[in-house]
């Protein structure tokens, strides 16, 4: 509750205060606000920045306190003496004149139920203080629910003040990217396994807008997201500027595509490539150029987790597959963060040596697959990391789901001249952690 309650007959009841002073002043407020609108011409620069100061903070406080309030308000019974049969129902009905996105006030009802349980002091208490957004409290109360099965022996109360002393501006985002990164400190397994899990729930859907536009909807796992982000980033960036029909470099023309054009005509690129090799009119010697970031112990024994210059995090399975096939350029660190290895793009596939692979294997040659050479990759058997060279000889065409697969469980493979025969015995990959273990 917000303060302390008298008891009527078991009942809450109002205690004498500034309450009602409070209540209409806020009233007197709403009714100052309705008149900024008309008002905002009167106003110079600097008080103009002054007001949108003020509005900005008075947009996240209010948040802030109307969960407060309406925890409080659910404590003391208010849904008894009403049709509401949840908080977000009590809510909804109280929204006057200004319209309300329902999402937000399912936020504000489920932080503020949480409120509610002793359990979650420290979350009230930041609401209080103003230290915190609403958005920023419903996410780390989820995400500690996950970490808590991780870390044992830390309270409840000590995870979720993890939570609340990250930078606000990092947003929801940099709480769950600390979430990744905890369980991959303690528990990469249950990353991987739950990263493998997202990898087959993802899902792309497409839908007409009104303007007749075509939106794309797509949910990726964190590994495959970061093959995206960073494939589109690289070739996003504006064009060079060019003289104008052959005139003067006085006269450049630069290039005007916001960043939102940029990016699907990037994809476009991107399709138009793989599509091209996919009908044998080009050959690809890797998927994308990605930077990553990690510890030695990560790439070479399969634990922890690496992260990429989009600020996600992905568990050293899905490092280690990249490192196959992606334009990779690892930073591998030990001790103190020292570079211990940077660069090696030498140990992709050349297109000598995938055409070679096409020829042999045919398309992808785990068991069973059917997939053309245009959607597969040239797999290290012995892994670069575990000294294999870049070869014919132990190179092996794989899809991209049977990739992961094949990282994912440390399968291996006996290439023959004409043919390649897996082994799948999970762990027998050379420098796999379930085969050094």
Not at 191 to 205: A, F, I, W, Y
Not at 215 to 237: G, M, W
Not at 261 to 266: F, G, L, Y
Request: proline letters at 6%; charged letters at 20%; aromatic letters at 2%.
């Amino acid at each position: 509750m917000i303060g302390d309650q008298s008891v009527l007959d078991g009942v809450p009841v109002a205690e004498p205060g500034r309450g009602p002073e409070v209540l209409a002043g806020l009233q007197a407020a709403e009714q100052v606000l309705d008149e900024v609108p008309g008002a905002v011409h009167q106003l110079g620069q600097g008080q103009e920045a002054e007001l949108v100061t003020t509005l900005l903070r008075l947009l996240g406080r209010s948040a802030q306190v109307v969960t407060l309030v309406a925890s409080d308000a659910v404590t003391r019974g208010v849904l008894v003496g009403s049709d509401a049969a949840t908080t977000a129902q009590w809510l909804g009905g109280q929204v006057r004149d200004v319209p309300v996105e329902p999402r937000t006030v399912r936020v504000v009802a489920s932080v503020a139920d949480a409120c509610r349980d002793r359990k979650n002091t420290v979350i009230t208490a930041a609401l209080r203080e103003g230290s915190c957004s609403v958005e920023s409290a419903r996410t780390a109360l989820t995400q500690a629910d996950k970490v808590a099965p991780v870390i044992p022996t830390a309270e409840r109360e000590e995870i979720l003040g993890w939570y609340l002393q990250l930078d606000p501006a990092l947003g929801c985002a940099g709480l769950t990217q600390l979430t990744r990164q905890i369980i991959a400190r303690f528990d990469p397994d249950k990353l991987s396994k739950g990263d493998e899990k997202l990898e087959r729930t993802e899902s792309l859907t497409w839908s007409t807008t009104p303007t007749g536009m075509t939106r794309l909807v797509a949910e990726l796992s964190p590994a495959n997201a970061a093959i995206l982000k960073d494939a589109i980033n690289a070739k996003s960036a504006p064009d060079p500027a060019k003289p104008a029909d052959g005139g003067p470099v006085a006269a450049e023309v630069r290039d005007e595509r916001s960043p939102g054009k940029r990016r699907p005509d990037a994809l476009l690129d991107l399709i138009g490539a793989g599509a091209r090799a996919a009908t044998g009119e080009g050959t690809q010697s890797s998927a994308a150029t990605v930077l990553l970031t990690m510890g030695l112990e990560a790439l070479a024994q399969g634990v922890g987790a690496a992260s990429t210059t989009t600020g996600d995090t992905v568990d050293a399975g899905a490092a280690r597959r990249f490192a196959c096939t992606a334009d990779l350029i690892p930073a591998v660190l030990g001790g103190p963060s020292a570079p211990l290895d940077v660069g090696r793009r030498e140990r992709l596939a050349t297109k000598a040596i995938r055409a070679a692979v096409i020829l042999r294997d045919g398309g992808c040659s785990f068991p069973g697959c059917d997939r053309p050479p245009g959607f597969c990759e040239v797999h290290h058997v012995r892994p670069w990391w575990a000294g294999g060279e870049t070869s014919l000889a132990n190179s092996a065409m794989l899809c991209g789901r049977h990739h992961q697969t094949v990282h994912r469980k440390g399968y291996t493979a006996d290439i023959q001249p004409d043919r390649v025969h897996w082994d799948l015995t999970p762990g027998l990959m050379p420098g796999h952690r379930t085969a050094a273990a």
